[in-house]
């Protein structure tokens, strides 16, 4: 095992909450000395997107099936529409004086680690170069301007992660939560492309140095100390019949002739609290150059759904849920299953995850038509059916449940305690139609590589996604859950060594709005402006 897989699973054991101790966090929280979740570059040139808000017609069941969905014209407003769907803000919050904004991509304790760029090649209304999206201004800073004889490319979106905005509040477990977040963020990439018909292919081959060049982090004197941005991942948009081969050599070479310009903004906040470990795992667990497999073009569209929302409304309405009521009506079972059905490898919402499913889904089941509570496991591969078996407890049913999913009763009986502590003690676990943990084939795929532990929780995070939305389509409500015990949950599971390990929880049921907090419109303060 080299050094590298070493020091990760090292962070991984070490930052794991416990019953008796939770991972290490600061001591105490300044809530006024929270970083700035808006990231701003001075000095550079402005491009002010047209105004957010459109509505399109595509309902979100269309997205089923998103060769039917007609294409939008790659005009600068939809360029604007993709990142404010994708990665701008959906409302703003208000209780007495504390204000804050909520987005169309969650993010743990609404912190925001990642940020978005956008590359062009050059457009009529773009000019070519490296933009930086201020999601609170909805508008584009021109960090690099490329020559006139740049490459043709299709536009590309770079994804970004502050760590210090997660470590500010949640200690060294930060770093799992910034990829949790950059799965989010792929995930609501996808879901505002195929509303404007687009498509996503994941650069995966591609380098986190290669990456840090073109988006212009490796300029280190353009950040201020201890809050620079780690490279996580290239999204190429694809309007029509595009073909062409991705040429990221080109584009290296694009920025590194271009003229560059601004420097960030300080986030404002005090780094009283360092962790070091952070640095440790991130560069550890650093990708180098890949071949990857071709993306598999199967899409299975999921049960049918019975949403007659928007794609748009349903994506700007969504939200994380803080509080559930416990006394719910039973979920319906059609609701329930076409969940489940939207999350396997062949749905429409993973056409750009190249690579074979690694996550299962263990579901405590409280409140479901139909179904009996205990607990479930929905295989995402059914390859991985007979380890799965091997390594849980005995005592395990792994009855079929549905010929239509790979679900499987495991366990009859009220799990709601159960699944409330190993949430640390959180209700939100127990009050919901279903709360479900996401585990992972852990020790196989980390032999493999360092950099694989990330891809691991981008997968989780994609899942998280699609809940989320699902969630709402069915008149429902999410929220993820990054906070659990987890070995405690391994042991409820019986899992004994790390073949299989649990990296991020979920739950579903009926929110409970708390009537103090307004809502208000999400730019309104543009119009004020």
């Known amino acids: ?24 966090g600061p001591e105490s929280i300044d809530w006024e000395d929270q970083p700035d979740q808006f990231r701003r570059f001075s000095g550079c040139e402005l ?25 939008q014209p790659l005009t600068l407003a ?12 959906s409302a703003w919050k208000q209780f007495g004086p504390s204000r804050w904004a909520l ?8 912190l925001h680690p990642t940020e978005a760029y956008l590359i062009s090649t050059g457009h009529e209304a773009l000019k070519a170069g490296v933009y930086h999206y201020v ?37 060294e477990r930060a770093f799992r939560y910034c990829q949790h977040d950059l799965g989010h963020a792929i995930g609501a990439l996808r879901y505002a492309a195929v509303t404007l018909g687009w498509s996503i292919e994941l650069i995966a081959e591609t380098s986190d140095d290669d990456i840090a060049q073109l988006l212009g982090l490796n300029r280190t004197a353009d950040f201020k100390a201890l809050e620079g941005e780690s490279p996580d991942l290239l999204c190429r948009i694809k309007v ?74 349903i994506i700007r309405q969504r939200r994380s849920a803080q509080q559930f009521d416990g006394k719910m009506a039973l979920m319906p079972q059609a609701d329930f299953y076409r969940i489940l059905s939207a999350v396997m490898p062949t749905a429409p919402a993973f056409q750009a995850w190249c690579w074979p499913a690694k996550v299962h889904l263990f579901i405590f089941v409280h409140r479901v038509e139909g179904l009996e509570s205990g607990v479930y496991a929905l295989l995402r591969n059914n390859e991985a059916i007979d380890k799965l078996k091997a390594g849980t407890l005995d005592e395990f049913l792994w009855q079929r449940v549905v010929e239509d999913l790979p679900l499987y009763l495991l366990y009859r009986g009220d799990c709601r305690q159960f699944a409330k ?13 279903f709360s479900l943990g996401m585990v992972a084939e852990f020790s196989e795929t980390m032999a493999e590589a360092a950099w694989l532990y990330r891809r691991l929780f981008w997968e989780t995070g994609l899942i998280g996604q699609v809940l989320y939305l699902e969630a709402e389509a069915a008149g429902y409500r999410g929220t993820g859950i990054g906070c659990y015990f987890d070995d405690s949950v391994h ?39």
């Open 421 to 433: 502590t190993v949430s640390c003690h959180q209700p939100i676990a127990s009050d919901s139609a």
């Open 240 to 313: 029509g019949l595009d073909n062409t081969d991705f040429d990221m050599k080109s584009l290296i070479e694009a920025s590194q002739a271009g003229v560059w310009s601004g420097k960030a903004d300080s986030l404002r906040a005090y780094h009283l609290y360092k962790w070091p470990v952070i640095d440790d795992v991130s560069l550890a667990a650093s990708k180098p150059s890949t071949k990857e497999p071709l993306c598999q073009a199967l899409s299975v569209p999921p049960l049918a759904i019975a949403c007659t929302q928007t794609a748009t409304s």
């Open 135 to 171: 999601s609170h201004d909805h508008t584009l800073e021109q960090r690099c301007q490329f020559s006139d004889n740049a490459p043709e490319s299709s536009l590309v979106i770079g994804l970004s992660s502050v760590h210090w905005r997660e470590a500010w509040k949640y200690g």
């Open 78 to 89: 939809n360029m604007g529409l993709l990142l404010e769907l994708a990665f701008g803000l």
């Open 491 to 529: 042991e409820l599971l019986g899992f004994k060594d790390e073949q299989f390990q649990s990296l991020y929880h979920f739950t579903i049921g009926k929110p409970l709005e708390d009537k103090r907090i307004e809502t208000l419109p999400a730019y309104e303060h543009l119009d004020i402006l």
């Open 1 to 24: 095992m080299n050094t590298a897989i070493t020091t990760v699973l090292t962070y991984h054991n070490r930052t794991k909450h416990r019953l008796e101790r939770y991972a290490k």
């Open 103 to 110: 987005r169309c991509n969650p993010s743990s304790g609404n």
């Open 47 to 71: 491009l002010t997107l047209p105004k957010p808000g459109a509505e399109l017609a595509v309902l979100f069941s269309a997205l089923d099936q998103p060769e039917t969905i007609a294409e």
